[in-house]
Nanobody, 122 residues
């Protein structure tokens, strides 16, 4: 599976962005997809994931109520709608594919996109 993340950019605090993760290659629908983020000098941390069926989702506490993950298997794409953005959300956002739903560690994911930069100004 090849993943390509897009949709990042510069936004003011309180604004919104929608990230996309487009997949190609092997069957996309069988994989759970997650978003992680990594701020400068910090570890890569879990943000959200969606089951391969799209029937269940999970969020890190820091983004609950502000971010929404969804997927469209017909388009081989997963989305991350980010609302009420805060400067602390500034990071490179990565999408990843793996076999285990609810996994929150990077090691659990087999395939990674290249990342997209999100910068939130105060």
């Amino acid at each position: 599976v090849q993943l390509q993340a897009s949709g990042g950019g510069l936004v003011q605090a309180g604004g919104s962005l929608r990230l996309s993760c487009a997949a190609s290659g092997r069957t996309f629908s069988g994989y759970n997809i997650a978003w992680f983020r990594q701020a400068p000098g910090k570890e890569r941390v879990f943000v959200s994931c969606v089951r391969w069926t799209g029937s269940a989702t999970n969020y890190a506490d820091l983004v609950k109520g502000r971010f929404t993950i969804s997927r469209d298997n017909a388009k081989n794409t997963v989305y991350l709608q980010m609302n009420s953005l805060e400067p602390e959300d500034t990071a490179v956002y990565y999408c990843a594919a793996g076999p285990v739903f609810l996994a929150t560690t990077p090691k659990a994911y087999d395939y990674w996109g290249q990342g997209t930069q999100v910068t939130v100004s105060s």
